[in-house]
């Protein structure tokens, strides 16, 4: 080919510099183009940064040294800027959607200034340090008191440190990450209960509601004059000489064998006669009522069963459910956990042990007097005439409460309240005193679970305050359901006495250190107990279940969540069967009175 034909060949491009569009070669026909001047070095195919020229320039100018006059550049001069910079995006990398999660992360070391992660100076020496004595810390550090690399306080903003108090790694009282995690929550077991009953695969969910909106129903009920229908069994007077129990006095909590009876709804005579008829439309007992009635206090799971028969609605409890054992530290901020190696403060062992002591204690601080005692109306429902161990100190009131929203609908709710005791009146004139007796118990101070509460035995008498408060931080729940409770029963006085365990490491003795009265209303106004909000509970789940076709429901509490669900479940759902009903009766000697006895 002669320089004539070359010459021919060659398209000239009158649009600019390079190849025309109509004529370029097959070969660079999809390749994208970037314009440059003819005097421009071909040392680099791509300029990569050059989109970021106009960044570079302003931060240049806000890191000048002193006499330097120029903008961004190297030495303060300013960039050039090459001849079609503009069509550096053609070749830009753009990140595509599944790269949205990646970030870039710096892994070079700081350079350690004062009062930094170094400490106020040096690196390891001297003032600071990140896990040395001194002062200092790192600034902004994680938040918490202390973390995987110190123990405690310091950290953000030079805290006081000692030995890795807070410091570089475990940060302080605060911080740029917020919360409060203790060098204790690092490596914190996950919580994960169980639910209360095991839920069948033919249950179906009805409703879910969260805690959140049941804090916002309300309604408004007449408790300080509600009708009392009937009132059964009899009562012994309280002995006064345990109000003047001290940690210098104490006495033994002694084991007392006496039958004390507690059924559920539907197997409760006097309440099937009430429903038989139409004194109600809903019946239910006051440990199940305060329960419902306290549900957002509630953490641990448990489950009431509903059953719809024609317009009548029957709360009940399963035998052997959560209603008969209370809990011990339930809204501790760190509960008791089940674990192998301490069987004896997990949560199922402290709640038994808190049923034991609770029934013995209301055994112990009455007189047994035949002479003193108060026979209600009628006698005991539940006693037969063949049992042998005496009856314990109790009178059940079936007490009628009014939940109409309107003049125009009848809604009533009878509920079987307990008293436990009664106090003599000084005026012959006046009547005698109902009253409650409950019962707190401590375990181990120094135990997991124990909720930060001081030791009894040295601060009950001086600081009761202090383990009052603690007591109603850690068993909000618990001790919310018992003023209800006492409430409901009309019992105008509770008496809460304090058992602790003769040694830590035993739970079977226990001795009384002290005993203080409260009155239920003011107990409730305390602990902000708010009585319409509860009653709104109520009358909430009353009305789906209503609305339900007849059959048996179970409203469950989450074991993990604060939430509530109500499910459709079959009609024998919990019933034994028969086999395991004729070993049930076998193994407790043929008594099913379903009392409690002595445990």
């Known amino acids: 080919m002669g320089l004539s034909d070359l010459i021919a060949s060659i398209v000239d491009n009158d649009g600019g510099f390079g190849p025309s569009a109509d004529h370029l070669p097959p070969q660079f026909k999809d390749i994208p183009y970037a314009p440059f001047s003819k005097n ?102 994680p938040a918490g008191r202390g973390g995987p690399g110190g123990y405690g306080r310091g950290g953000a903003q030079g805290g006081r440190q000692e030995y890795g108090r807070g410091g570089a790694r475990g940060g302080g009282r605060g911080g740029a990450q917020g919360g409060r995690f203790g060098w204790k929550d690092w490596n914190k077991e996950q919580r994960t209960r169980d639910a209360s009953v095991v839920i069948g695969s033919d249950w179906a969910v009805l409703e879910e509601i969260e805690f959140s909106r049941l804090a916002k129903l309300r309604l408004d009920v007449d408790t300080l004059e509600p009708e009392t229908l009937s009132s059964h069994g009899f009562l012994y007077e309280y002995d006064k000489a345990y109000d003047r129990v001290n940690t210098k006095t104490e006495k033994p909590l002694q084991i007392i064998d006496r039958i004390r009876y507690n059924p559920t709804t539907s197997d409760d005579p006097i309440i099937q006669q009430f429903a038989a008829k139409d004194k109600a439309q809903i019946f239910a007992t006051d440990a199940i009522l305060s329960m419902l009635m306290c549900t957002t206090r509630s953490v641990y799971p448990w489950d009431i069963v509903l059953t719809r028969e024609g317009d009548k609605l029957f709360m009940d409890k399963r035998e052997g459910g959560p209603f008969d054992y209370p809990s011990v530290n339930e809204n501790a901020s760190d509960p008791p956990l089940e674990n192998e190696k301490d069987t004896l403060n997990t949560p199922s062992s402290l709640s038994l042990e808190a049923t034991y002591i609770n029934q013995n204690f209301a055994f112990q601080v009455v007189r047994e007097n035949p002479a003193d005692r108060v026979e209600l109306e009628n006698p005991n429902p539940f006693y037969s005439p063949d049992e042998t161990e005496p009856l314990a100190s109790c009178a059940y009131r079936y007490r009628k409460f009014d939940l109409s929203i309107t003049e125009d609908e009848d809604v009533q709710i009878i509920i079987r309240t307990e008293v436990d005791s009664f106090v003599k009146s000084q005026n012959p004139a006046e009547e005698d005193t109902y009253i409650t007796v409950k019962t707190l118990n401590e375990f181990d101070t120094r135990a997991q679970g124990s909720g930060g509460a001081p030791d009894w035995r040295s601060k009950l008498d001086s600081q009761r305050g202090a383990v009052v408060a603690t007591e109603m931080k850690n068993n909000s729940s618990k001790l919310a359901r018992w003023a209800v409770q006492s409430i409901l029963a009309g019992a105008e006085q509770m008496k809460m006495g304090y058992v602790s365990r003769v040694n ?14 409260y009155k239920p209303r003011d107990f409730a106004a305390q602990m902000n107990i708010n009585l319409a909000n509860g009653w709104g509970v109520v009358r909430t789940i009353a009305d789906l279940c209503l609305k339900q076709p007849e059959g048996k429901y179970v409203l469950l509490k989450d074991p993990n969540k604060p939430v509530i669900r109500l499910y459709r479940v079959p009609f024998d759902a919990f019933d034994a069967p028969e086999d395991a009903e004729e070993d049930l009766v076998s193994l407790h000697g043929g008594s099913d009175d379903g009392g409690l006895g002595g445990l």
Request: positive net charge; hydrophobic residues 30%; charged residues 25%.
């Open 40 to 141: 421009d070095k071909l040392g680099r195919v791509v300029d990569w940064n050059a989109a970021d020229a106009s960044t570079s320039l302003a931060a240049g100018q806000g890191n000048r040294r002193p006499g330097q006059t120029g903008g961004g550049g190297k030495y303060g001069r300013e960039p050039k800027e090459a001849f079609g910079a503009g069509s550096a995006g053609t070749f830009a990398y753009f990140h595509d959607e599944d790269e949205a999660s990646f970030s870039l992360v710096d892994g070079t070391k700081g350079v350690a200034k004062r009062g930094g992660a170094g400490g106020a100076g040096l690196a390891n020496l001297g003032r600071g340090g990140g896990n040395f004595r001194g002062r200092g810390g790192a600034r902004g550090a």
């Open 504 to 517: 830590p490491r035993d739970a079977s003795r226990h001795t009384i250190l002290g005993t203080q009265w």
